[in-house]
Each structure stands twice: as structure tokens, then as C-alpha cells.
Nanobody, 116 residues
């Protein structure tokens, strides 16, 4: 089983930036697509960004142009650079494979709170 540990969240004002990290306990180099998900209060978890192991990326319309995903297979880490943050970006952020894989457990997530 691969464990994921997300970090880098916090409280930021609207318009600010944060960089999230997701460290995996095992190799992610063989996983075709890794992604960042988020779950806002009272809402379902949603996929917002993903990257293939050869660098192809995809973004939800809600974050396109503001967020950038990057994976470092050598460090078994996935990053999410978040710029121009909005109050509606407030959520717990998680990383995981896309689609989900039984051998990778969800981490505890990292809370991002954007104040207006």
C-alpha cells in the first residue's frame, strides 16, 4: 500500500498563492496519471487537476489558468501551485491516482481556506 501525505495548506487572502505538496511513501513513477482533488464543505470530492507521467496535464474549468500541477517522479511527490485564489477555492485538498487505485490510500488532505 502506498500512503500519501499532503501539506502546504493554510489561510490566505483572496488573490494570494499557495503551493501544496503530496509525498508518496512508494514509487509513483509507474502510475500513468496523478491528480489533485478537493472537497469543499457540503460538497462531493472533485478532481481539479491531473498530470500523466509524460507530462500531459488537465484542469477543471474552475481552476484553469490559476492552478498548475507538477509531479516529480524521482521524489515521488506531486505539487499544486495555486495562484489568484478565490474564496470558492476553500476546501480540503487531496492527491491520488486517476482513476483511483486500490493499492493507494487517501491521505488526510490539507485544508486551504481563502478569506475574502
Amino acid at each position: 500500500q502506498v500512503q500519501l501525505v499532503e501539506s502546504g495548506g493554510g489561510l490566505v487572502q483572496a488573490g494570494g498563492s499557495l503551493r501544496l505538496s503530496c509525498a508518496a511513501s512508494g514509487s509513483i513513477s509507474s502510475i500513468w496519471r496523478m491528480g489533485w482533488y478537493r472537497q469543499a464543505p457540503g460538497k462531493q470530492r472533485e478532481l481539479i487537476a491531473d498530470e500523466t507521467k509524460i507530462g500531459g496535464t488537465g484542469y477543471a474549468d474552475s481552476v484553469k489558468g490559476r492552478f498548475t500541477i507538477a509531479r516529480d517522479n524521482a521524489k515521488n511527490t506531486v505539487y499544486l501551485q495555486m495562484n489568484s485564489l478565490k474564496p470558492e477555492d476553500t476546501a480540503v485538498y487531496y492527491c491520488n491516482a486517476v482513476p483511483l487505485i486500490a493499492t493507494i490510500n487517501w491521505g488526510q488532505g490539507t485544508l486551504v481556506t481563502v478569506s475574502s
